[in-house]
């Protein structure tokens, strides 16, 4: 099956600062990709649809100022926490959309970012 | 609206039996796809099994099947012979246009 990637796999960052989250699809170019998180014996919540070349669509409530993503190549796209708060920590998952999977919609998961903030 | 729901906040099953996690959707779309995805507790989702709702038949994956009951709207996964590695949590998604909607997942524990 294709394989996503995930960079870094666990951070941990102070208070006020920014930290970047990398998704690579790594044998599929990926025109969507998606950013979720996941709060501890939750479910995946949605933030926003990154689509390569344009501006990323973010579900209601998620302040796309704080949590900014690119996508600017077929291969990457990257959110970045920005001036994270402890609030802010959770389990991060990035997902690509790949259009000739056997599942017309399918999704492929990355490994997931766990992001500390202190 | 909840667009899908897994009742079944955690279940327990005797290693070598079968078992059944529940998952109703709603929708109004005629197209869509239901998926189910494991995730151990190392945080990975792993994807399960897929089935397209036009689908006449039930999808099967080794061990996992599906069983779609388009009607009831429900998208029951069985799971075959459990294994101790099948402990994880379980989530039921569901593709509607453009978006995916997920439950808030099972967890299965084997028992030896």
């Known amino acids: 099956g294709a394989v996503v990637s995930q960079h870094p796999s666990r951070v941990i960052c102070k208070s006020g600062t920014s930290v970047k989250i990398e998704c690579r699809s790594l044998d599929f170019q990926a025109t969507t990709m998606f950013w979720y998180r996941q709060f501890p014996k939750q479910s995946l919540m949605l933030m926003a649809t990154?689509?390569?070349?344009?501006?990323?669509?973010?579900e209601q409530g998620v302040e796309k100022d704080k949590f900014l993503i690119n996508h600017a190549s077929l291969t990457l796209s990257t959110l970045t926490v920005t001036s994270a708060h402890p609030e802010d920590s959770s389990f991060y998952i990035c997902?690509?959309?790949?259009?000739?999977?056997?599942?017309?919609?399918?999704?492929?998961f990355g490994p997931g970012t766990r992001l500390t903030v202190t | 609206a909840q667009k899908i729901t897994q009742t079944q906040p955690g279940m327990f099953v005797q290693e070598k039996e079968a078992v059944t996690l529940d998952c109703t959707y709603d929708?109004?779309?005629?197209?869509?796809?239901l998926f189910w995805y494991k995730q151990p507790s190392s945080g990975e989702m792993i994807f399960l099994i897929y089935q397209g709702s036009y689908d006449e038949q039930n999808a099967t994956e080794g061990r996992y099947s599906l069983n779609f009951q388009k009607a009831r709207k429900s998208a029951n996964l069985v799971i075959s012979a459990s294994q101790l590695g099948d402990s994880a949590m379980y989530f039921c998604a569901m593709r509607s246009g453009n978006q995916f909607y997920f439950g808030t997942g099972t967890s299965l524990t084997v028992i030896p």
């Open positions: 990154s689509n390569e070349g344009s501006k990323a669509t973010y």
């Open positions: 997902s690509a959309r790949d259009p000739s999977g056997r599942a017309t919609y399918e999704q492929y």
């Open positions: 929708t109004s779309d005629q197209s869509y796809g």
